[in-house]
């Protein structure tokens, strides 16, 4: 059996409704070898985020399960 993924070009409104998610991912993606992880880079990523959410040209691909 297998799932079907979906990849969306999403607006600043979808990726602030899958914030957490998000952030949740990045955490664990790049906090394990061989990624360099700082003990505030979760905070540092998540204000980078935020920054960009404010921006107009800002947009994102999201895959979805």
């Known amino acids: 059996m297998s799932a079907e993924i979906r990849v969306e070009l999403v607006d600043v409104e979808v990726v602030r409704r899958h914030f957490e998610e998000i952030c949740a991912l990045y955490d664990e993606v790049f906090?394990?070898?061989?990624?360099?992880?700082?003990s505030d880079?979760?905070?540092?990523?998540?204000?980078?985020?935020?920054?960009?959410l404010d921006d107009p040209s800002f947009g994102a691909a999201l895959a979805f399960q």
Do not use: I, K, V
Not at 31 to 38: E, K, N, V
């Open 31 to 38: 906090s394990a070898p061989p990624f360099y992880w700082r």
């Open 41 to 52: 880079e979760s905070d540092l990523h998540r204000g980078r985020l935020t920054r960009l």
